[in-house]
């Protein structure tokens, strides 16, 4: 790794919080007149997910910074197009991949150019495609307009990713090649066009090269985090830490050391987490750095996807907090239940509720909550949660500390009416 410049700004862990807590979009009044495209380009990644419990994680992410956004309009925000007068529409937003399977603004089409390069030089693949079937996957989209895995023929045949049909397999090669583009899904089912039908012609091309790709990315991961080490800003975009020590320098942010955030100090016994932190070397935007973070935090339930801690690393070491998702995990292992959404109060995680739906009610199957402070802040995201997505009572069916069920549930109950 490349030693960084002696550092211009230190920052306590206090203050590296609240700077990223308003990169994020929770500290501070919401900019409803962007909207969902406003949340969306500002974060440059919103994360995709199957899993479908309150809502997707899609849909959790804008409703955790703006509130109870109608669901059809965040869609509509992501896979609608526009256009002037006499142009063709245009998309705002296109699918592909980034820190996961995400949706990006428009815009970044060509600062992918760098991945669709290397997806498209890479020797090996987990699964083969039949000879022709690209070609006709193509030929198939050009003659009749936008279509599913299903229209092509090609969907998935079971759960299982390795039995994808050649057809399957083909477009989604096409995808990662950028000959495809997905800017719509129907149904949670992704549309493939052809890309140069897709992309508006200003934005259709790959001419940038590896360096102004990686640059870009870096200096929008580090302005959408605040503040982040290394690892951090690599991981937002999923790039190598030796792209970024390539870039960085050059990115547009600054160094800085942020107090606490270095590896907890051995202790007796060779035990990890109980020594103090010491202070480490991170990066940061600097318009974050112009201004004193303040104004009011949200409340809300936080998608397991969410970027403010989609990194379970760097969510301990701002929040002191630790985060699984349990999805895949057998049942009898579970520890906070299938999709535990840590709650966010005040800039700080005070607890977690694993949410289901049973008709009208919202059932908090599991809640943690931080002391009995916290009770009132699970109780009002719990309530808000479930006025969004429809339901009109809540049910809380465990706590796991006891003696503060009957205090949830007064709170609830209250704000319940």
């Known amino acids: 790794m490349t030693s960084l410049p002696r550092p211009l700004t230190e920052l306590s862990a206090d203050e590296a919080r609240r700077i990223v807590l308003r990169a994020q979009g929770f500290l ?39 509130g109870a956004v109608g669901r059809k309009t965040v869609e509509e925000a992501y896979w609608s197009s526009s256009g002037s007068a006499g142009a063709p529409p245009a998309p705002h937003a296109f699918e592909y991949w980034s820190h996961a399977a995400c949706i990006l603004p428009a ?58 049909s050649g057809t399957k397999v083909a477009v989604e090669r096409a995808l990662m090649y950028g000959e495809v583009v997905c800017v719509e899904r129907r149904g949670w089912k992704r549309v ?19 360096t102004e ?67 480490a070397d ?40 630790t985060h699984r998702l349990e999805a895949y995990t057998p049942k009898q292992k579970r520890i906070h239940g299938y999709f535990a959404m840590p709650v966010l109060a005040g800039g700080r995680l005070v607890g977690r509720a694993d949410p289901a739906r049973e008709g009208s009610t919202l059932v908090a199957r599991q809640v943690t909550v931080d002391g009995v402070r916290a009770v009132p802040a699970v109780a009002q995201a719990l309530v808000e949660a479930a006025s969004w997505v429809g339901c009109t009572d809540v049910r809380v069916e465990r706590v796991d500390a006891p003696q503060l069920r009957d205090a949830l549930d007064t709170e609830i109950a209250g704000l319940l009416g």
């Open 107 to 164: 815009e970044e089409w060509p600062h992918f150019a760098f991945r669709r390069r290397a997806y498209r030089a890479r020797p090996h693949w987990n699964h083969d495609l039949p000879d022709g079937t690209y070609d006709q996957v193509v030929k198939q989209l050009r003659a009749e307009g936008p279509l599913t895995a299903t229209d092509l023929g090609g969907a998935k045949k079971t759960s299982e990713w390795w039995d994808w």
């Open 213 to 279: 790709c990686l640059r870009r990315l870096v200096r929008l991961a580090g302005q959408a985090l605040g503040v982040g080490t290394r690892a951090d800003i690599a991981d937002y975009h999923r790039l190598r830490g030796e792209q970024v020590d390539a870039v960085i320098a050059d990115s547009g942010l600054v160094p800085v050391t942020v107090e606490g955030w270095g590896r907890p100090a051995a202790v007796k016994g060779g035990a990890k987490g109980l020594g103090a932190r010491p202070a």
């Open 192 to 210: 493939y066009d052809l890309a140069e039908r897709a992309v508006p012609a200003s934005l259709l091309h790959d001419d940038l090269d590896d």
């Open 28 to 66: 501070g009044a919401p900019d409803r007149r962007a909207g969902v495209r406003g949340v969306l380009r500002h974060l440059g990644a919103v994360q995709l997910d199957t899993i479908s419990v309150l809502a997707r994680s899609h849909e959790l992410v804008p409703y955790a910074r703006l």
């Open 282 to 321: 991170a990066w940061a935007d600097p318009v974050a750095l112009a201004t004193v973070p303040r104004g009011r935090h949200r409340t809300t339930l936080l998608s397991p996807f969410d970027s403010l801690i989609w990194e379970r690393a760097r969510t301990e070491r701002i929040f002191d907090f």
